[in-house]
């Protein structure tokens, strides 16, 4: 299904008709992740079944809704749950949340997800500063910009030589200096999913330069920045790297391990929000 301008539009409308809240920054909490959302004040909550064409989150960990409220002096819309394209959305429904964002004037996109680590030196509970991002979905073929351009937005052929804004990383950084946190740093790799990676697939990918690994994020930060929003991005290890073959990942890991990475994701969040 092709989105259009028109359905971008209308949820956009609807989202204004609920909430007096005019949101400069976006956040999309991933799986396990959603508790960040508790901190926001005066929260206006939409669940995404009363957005008209907003895709359903199906997935456990993800509440599958909007927040809207304030945050450290800052208007904010929240996604509490994302939508991923192994649960039999396309490309173009995967990302109409962040065009909806663009239209409602959002210039900020911090994403976050649970990832898995390559990087034989990251822990589970570790938080890893995106800095940049192997997109294979879309080197198979699965970009989501592939179709009409939607030229209200961007150009045909955007530049992704810098998907992570330089300025936003910086301010990020600092935030964990400050509060004496280690802080992560490296590439991740987006995959389809839903099946978890297998030795073999690790080590290439490792080989390859990546340094996490994850089922989301890539899709939306691409059209993030083919529409001109900066974008932060965090991946919160969920679980250790499998290189040799003797560890079973399973969902229940990835969610437990999101306890443990929320309080250090809101004091970054937090942080740079207070810093903008």
């Not at 005019?22 to 005066?42: C, D, F, K, N």
């Not at 995404?48 to 895709?55: A, K, Q, R, T, V």
């Not at 990383?169 to 200096?177: D, G, I, N, P, T």
């Not at 040799?244 to 391990?257: F, K, M, Q, R």
């Amino acid at each position: 299904m092709q989105v259009s301008l028109a359905m971008i539009d209308q949820i956009a409308g609807v989202i204004r008709s609920k909430t007096g809240h005019q949101p400069r920054i976006g956040l999309i909490l991933g799986t396990g992740l959603g508790g960040l959302a508790e901190a926001v004040h005066q929260p206006v909550s939409l669940p995404y079944s009363e957005l008209p064409g907003w895709p359903v989150s199906t997935v456990q960990g993800h509440a599958g809704r909007l927040v809207l409220g304030e945050l450290d002096g800052q208007d904010l819309l929240v996604m509490q749950g994302r939508i991923h394209y192994y649960e039999g959305y396309d490309m173009s429904q995967v990302t109409l949340p962040v065009r909806v964002m663009q239209r409602l004037g959002i210039q900020i996109l911090i994403v976050t997800n649970a990832a898995g680590a390559i990087n034989p030196d990251f822990v589970p509970g570790d938080v890893m500063l995106i800095t940049d991002h192997l997109n294979l979905v879309g080197m198979a073929g699965l970009n989501p910009l592939i179709g009409p351009n939607l030229d209200e937005f961007g150009p045909r052929f955007p530049d992704m030589s810098q998907a992570y804004d330089r300025q936003l990383c910086e301010l990020a950084r600092s935030v964990a200096k400050t509060n004496r946190m280690e802080l992560r740093e490296g590439v991740y790799v987006g995959l389809s999913g839903p099946s978890f990676e297998s030795p073999a697939d690790l080590r290439f990918l490792r080989l390859a330069g990546a340094d996490s690994v994850g089922m989301s994020t890539v899709p939306e930060v691409i059209v993030a920045r083919h529409g001109g929003t900066r974008v932060l991005g965090f991946s919160g290890i969920s679980n250790k790297a499998n290189l040799d073959g003797n560890t079973i990942t399973s969902h229940e890991e990835v969610l437990a391990a999101g306890g443990i990475i929320v309080p250090k994701l809101e004091t970054l969040v937090r942080g740079v929000l207070q810093a903008l």
